[in-house]
Nanobody, 122 residues
Framework: HVQLVESGGGLVQAGGSLKLSCAAS????????MGWFRQAPGKEREGVAY????????LYADSVKGRFTVYRDNVENTLYLEMKNLKPDDTALYYC????????????????WGQGTQVTVS
């Protein structure tokens, strides 16, 4: 079992940057593929970025490619999402999630979820 706690959200102007963190505890973090998801009011949750257990594979939604970077620290058991050139459409509740597999991608189910951190772009 893995517990996930997101942080780093906030209010930022369009064109600005934020870095989200997701601290993991419990089970062996390094054995979980990780993902960032977001959900805006009235919209379905969407996958934003995915990273394999050894960071060899990263995947991004088309809407964030070139602006967002996902990376992980398997020593500190933390997942990160660096977001640059933020747009009002990026406003959402951002979640991190863990899947007990080496690799993960769009459409795959995830086993554990955090509570989310709000990102608002004005």
């Amino acid at each position: 079992h893995v517990q996930l706690v997101e942080s780093g959200g906030g209010l930022v102007q369009a064109g600005g940057s934020l870095k989200l963190s997701c601290a993991a505890s419990g089970d062996t973090y390094s054995s979980y593929c990780m993902g960032w998801f977001r959900q805006a009011p009235g919209k379905e949750r969407e996958g934003v970025a995915y990273i394999s257990i050894r960071s060899t594979t990263t995947l991004y939604a088309d809407s964030v490619k070139g602006r967002f970077t996902v990376y992980r620290d398997n020593v500190e058991n933390t997942l990160y999402l660096e977001m640059k050139n933020l747009k009002p459409d990026d406003t959402a509740l951002y979640y991190c999630a863990a899947r007990q597999s080496a690799y993960c991608t769009v459409g795959w189910s995830f086993d554990y979820w955090g509570q989310g951190t709000q990102v608002t772009v004005s």
